[in-house]
């Protein structure tokens, strides 16, 4: 999730300033500009920022010392220092000393806004309170069922124990929000918390995103890259979909796990670190050791403490809480000062399966408060907002580039947690009714065309209810 930051823009040069406000703007963040090095520093202490973007050649204090001084004073605030080509061994060295990342002049403007973004987002997740029970603005993880208190346990156990946690559970099911209650509540709340999406980031990037490099490393390493790992340095890091990693990273990781030290890629210095880990992921990882596609001894490394999310399914009892608590959260701004919710709909509401849990059933809330207008929520409205995010269908007709963009969204609102095998399902579908269609009912034929075994020819025609029984004319 990603939502606009207060961003201060530290620049001695007008027209780069200009530059760098209007894009952000465009971006939808608020933008304050500062000229000088002591007025950035003196203005970053008076507001509150989520962001500091500085130039490392400043008048009034240096780029440099303005991140040591800020880092000391803001642990939890990302500063990315901009810098021309030649002084990038200065900002380098400002990595050490606590600067999120730096970015060379000219911009390149995709980097640039995807650095913002991410560098927000950590700052929204070091400081954004997550609160154990409903309290006050902060937010807060709801549940009374006997599940979602013997987790609230478990966090408060382990939150300051420096072990490796490793977080379960479907998706929209609260990973990432208790990995920030875990970190909040432990002793290193004040120092960096870095989270990285191993999903996100593309295999060949993701171990120099991790570990770093040296110049030259590999082509296209132009500079020294100082990894996350490093940056978390006395801090947690958050290793999310961790079961998306590649084998190679993998091996890696259990390294460091094992030794609390690294080597840059390319490099040969080995670097002693304190870095807490905490890793997340959705996916079934004894299945995937199973497919060697997970090393069964980062398995063991991770698994010190592991905490499983039950699915909403199996916690309908915390529906209720849930719901309320999405209203109050969302009414406001959707114009419902006091919102209010009929009884049955809150009985509709934990009938539903939720394959997309929690944080499916925050969207459904969310668009049957605008449908209700102001007026009290209704069954009707919580149906039609389940329907309108009905999961989408995919018929004969239909392309299937457009099946997978409505796949995608829905996806994407976390709806469904299962697009591959929907996917999958419908082409196959769709392939297997056609051949056997346009071969007449001719299993041996279709089979053939298909480059299928006429076993599997059978046994799809099975699944999809396209099976007559017996072959129509033999081959
Ligand atoms: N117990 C809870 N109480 C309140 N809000 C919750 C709870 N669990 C989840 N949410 C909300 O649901 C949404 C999804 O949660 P989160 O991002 O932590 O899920 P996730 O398990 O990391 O999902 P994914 O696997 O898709 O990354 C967030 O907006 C979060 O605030
Ligand atoms: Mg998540």
Same mark, same amino acid.
């Given at each position: ?326 209203? +109050?959260?969302?009414?406001? %701004?959707?114009? =419902? #000062? ?5 009884? !049955?709909?809150?009985? *509709?509401?934990? $009938? ?59 996806? +994407?609102?976390?709806?469904? %947690?299962?697009? =591959? #095998? ?5 082409? !196959?579908?769709?392939? *297997?009714?056609? $051949? ?40």
């Amino acid at each position: 999730m990603s939502a606009a930051a207060k961003i201060l823009v530290i620049e001695d040069d007008k027209g780069i300033a200009d530059t760098l406000s209007r894009v952000l703007l465009e971006e939808g963040h608020e933008v304050a500009v500062e000229r000088r090095g002591d007025q950035g520093l003196a203005r970053a202490g008076r507001d509150t920022f989520n962001l500091v973007i500085t130039d490392l050649r400043l008048p009034g204090l240096s780029g440099l010392e303005l991140v040591r001084q800020l880092h000391a004073a803001q642990p939890r605030l990302p500063i990315i220092l901009t810098t021309a080509f030649g002084t990038t061994e200065t900002a380098i060295e400002a990595t050490k000393f606590g600067a999120y990342d730096y970015l060379l002049k000219p911009f390149d403007m995709p980097r640039l806004i995807e650095l913002v973004r991410q560098a927000a987002d950590s700052n929204r997740l070091m400081c954004e309170p997550v609160s154990l029970g409903e309290a006050g603005a902060s937010d807060a993880l709801v549940g009374q069922s006997a599940a979602m208190q013997a987790i609230y346990k478990e966090i408060g156990r382990v939150a300051s124990k420096p072990v490796t946690v490793l977080i379960r559970g479907e998706t929209g099911t609260g990973k990432e929000l208790i990995a920030r209650a875990i970190y909040q509540h432990s002793e290193r709340g004040g120092a960096p918390f870095v989270a990285v999406n191993c999903a996100a980031i593309p295999e060949t990037l993701l171990e120099s995103e991790l570990f770093g490099h040296e110049k030259g490393a590999f082509t296209g390493a132009h500079s020294r890259r100082i990894g996350r790992f490093e940056q978390a340095h006395r801090g947690t890091i958050l290793l999310d979909e961790i079961g998306d990693m590649t084998p190679g990273t993998q091996v890696k990781l259990v390294r460091f796990l094992q030794e609390n030290a690294l080597q840059r890629l390319g490099g040969k210095e080995n670097i002693l670190l304190d870095v807490r880990v905490i890793a997340a992921t959705h996916r079934d990882l004894e299945a995937a050791i199973g497919r060697q596609e997970f090393r069964e001894d980062l398995y063991y490394r991770l698994s010190v403490v592991v905490i499983t999310l039950p699915p909403l399914r199996q916690r309908r009892e915390d529906i209720a809480g849930l719901t309320r608590y999405f209203l +109050r959260k969302h009414g406001p %701004a959707l114009g =419902h #000062a006091e919102p209010s919710i009929q009884p !049955e709909a809150i009985e *509709f509401l934990q $009938a539903q399966p939720w394959p997309g849990n929690v944080r499916q059933l925050e969207n459904i809330v969310r668009k049957a408060l605008l449908l209700a207008q102001s007026y009290t929520v209704t069954v009707d409205h919580a149906r039609a907002a389940l329907d309108k995010t009905a999961v989408p269908d995919f018929s004969a007709k239909r392309a299937f580039s457009e099946y997978v963009d409505d796949l995608l969204a829905a996806a +994407r609102r976390g709806e469904l %947690a299962d697009a =591959h #095998a929907r996917a999958m399902g419908a082409a !196959e579908r769709e392939l *297997f009714g056609r $051949a056997i269609a346009e071969a007449g009912g001719n299993q041996a034929k279709a089979a053939r065309w298909l480059g299928v075994t006429r076993v599997t020819m059978k046994a799809k025609l099975v699944q999809f209810g396209l099976y007559a029984g017996h072959d129509s004319e033999p081959d």
